[in-house]
């Protein structure tokens, strides 16, 4: 079975863990031989954090799978793929749609069999526990950012954020009033865009902004905030 190592080190990983690349791949590579793996080749991610899955590396690997040239991956330890559950996750379940082996060698998983089949399942459950909680501490932010009068959302146009509250940006604020002046009275587009300074994107969009409903939409949120 044509297999591909895969090994990466951040400089906080080595440093905390002394986990180096050649340390990995030797690993791998015995590993391979006591398996009956062809070994094609170790591919190294050096100095990468393990927080995010765009990296020059991985993304050799899925090219290489893609190309249906492997078989299975091997790697020294789980953390090496990714440092985030869902990033995991995502990408055992990519690789088994693809027919892909996976293999951790200290974690002694092998997801071509039972008990790595089971262990994707409580992958799955801790993925889904991860999102709920990310969930749940968005929506008690946002709520606690209400409670004290600031302001959550995009910020509508013609406004600004200043100190964590919406307040009316009177450069912006006088150019769509400007806008909407010279429209009421047939002015074209672009004429509006030279004389406000404004794109025409900027033009139409202050044009078809209502600013009282923006208003008594910051007026509620207010209300709101004092309430609590």
Same mark, same amino acid.
């Given at each position: 079975?044509?297999? +591909?190592?895969?090994?990466?080190? *951040?400089?906080?990983?080595?440093? !905390?863990? =002394?986990?180096?690349?050649? #340390?990995?791949?030797?690993?791998?590579?015995?590993?391979?031989?006591?398996?009956?793996?062809?070994?094609?080749?170790? +591919?190294?991610?050096?100095?990468? *954090?393990?927080?995010?899955?765009? !990296?020059? =590396?991985?993304?050799?690997? #899925?090219?290489?799978?893609e190309a249906g040239e492997i078989e299975a991956v091997i790697v020294y330890k789980l953390d090496r793929l990714s440092r985030k559950t869902i990033d995991i996750l995502n990408t055992l379940d990519a690789w088994e749609k693809k027919n892909i082996a996976f293999h951790s060698i200290t974690d002694r998983i092998d997801t071509k069999t039972a008990a790595g089949k089971f262990l994707l399942t409580i992958l799955s459950a801790l993925a889904q526990m991860e999102r709920d909680l990310i969930s749940e501490r968005t929506v008690d932010a946002l709520a606690h950012k209400k409670r004290i009068g600031e302001w959550c959302g995009r910020v509508p146009f013609g406004y600004k954020i200043e100190d964590n509250r919406l307040v009316e940006d009177e450069e912006a604020m006088k150019a769509i009033k400007k806008a909407k002046r010279l429209r009421s009275i047939g002015k074209p587009y672009r004429d509006i865009s030279r004389s406000t300074g404004l794109s025409l994107g900027y033009v139409h969009k202050a044009i078809n902004t209502d600013l009282r409903t923006i208003k008594a939409h910051y007026n509620k949120h207010l209300s709101e905030s004092n309430v609590h």
């Amino acid at each position: 079975m044509k297999a +591909i190592g895969y090994v990466r080190v *951040s400089t906080e990983d080595q440093a !905390r863990e =002394g986990i180096s690349l050649d #340390n990995q791949e030797s690993k791998i590579r015995a590993y391979a031989d006591l398996n009956y793996f062809e070994l094609v080749d170790v +591919i190294k991610d050096e100095g990468l *954090s393990g927080k995010t899955m765009d !990296r020059p =590396g991985m993304n050799r690997i #899925n090219a290489i799978i893609e190309a249906g040239e492997i078989e299975a991956v091997i790697v020294y330890k789980l953390d090496r793929l990714s440092r985030k559950t869902i990033d995991i996750l995502n990408t055992l379940d990519a690789w088994e749609k693809k027919n892909i082996a996976f293999h951790s060698i200290t974690d002694r998983i092998d997801t071509k069999t039972a008990a790595g089949k089971f262990l994707l399942t409580i992958l799955s459950a801790l993925a889904q526990m991860e999102r709920d909680l990310i969930s749940e501490r968005t929506v008690d932010a946002l709520a606690h950012k209400k409670r004290i009068g600031e302001w959550c959302g995009r910020v509508p146009f013609g406004y600004k954020i200043e100190d964590n509250r919406l307040v009316e940006d009177e450069e912006a604020m006088k150019a769509i009033k400007k806008a909407k002046r010279l429209r009421s009275i047939g002015k074209p587009y672009r004429d509006i865009s030279r004389s406000t300074g404004l794109s025409l994107g900027y033009v139409h969009k202050a044009i078809n902004t209502d600013l009282r409903t923006i208003k008594a939409h910051y007026n509620k949120h207010l209300s709101e905030s004092n309430v609590h």
